[in-house]
């Protein structure tokens, strides 16, 4: 079955810098394209960033542009997010997902990110 398991959160500084992880299994990884969602404390869950299946185009939401870059290693089936710069206002659980084409989509359970110092 499919799993997605994000990994690499954690208390950080303003500032400072971390990087997601997200384990795929359970489909062929080298033919969808990924994202990273967040959701913080008492909002709704936000779309972050997208990566073509070959990693040749990248979309962000505006907020993070500039900071996060995400990348993918399909020989490992792992899509990842780098955040740099980063801001209280990025404290949030990190999601990624898939949708595959039979238009199930599939979320892991998420890590969290505390920015705060």
């Known amino acids: 079955q499919v799993q997605l398991v994000e990994s690499g959160g954690g208390l950080v500084q303003p500032g400072g810098s971390l990087r997601l992880s997200c384990a795929a299994s359970?489909?062929?990884?080298?033919?969808?394209?990924m994202s990273w969602y967040r959701q913080a404390p008492g909002k709704e869950r936000e779309w972050v960033a997208h990566?073509?299946?070959?990693?040749?185009?990248?979309n962000y939401i505006d907020s993070v542009k500039g900071r996060f870059t995400i990348s993918r290693d399909n020989a490992k089936n792992t899509v990842y997010l780098q955040m740099n710069s980063l801001k209280p206002e990025d404290t949030a659980v990190y999601f990624c997902?898939?949708?595959?084409?039979?238009?199930?989509?599939?979320w892991g359970k998420g890590t969290l990110v505390t920015v705060s110092s």
């Open positions: 359970g489909f062929t990884f080298s033919n969808y394209a």
């Open positions: 990566i073509t299946n070959t990693g040749g185009t990248t």
């Open positions: 997902t898939v949708m595959l084409r039979s238009g199930a989509v599939y």
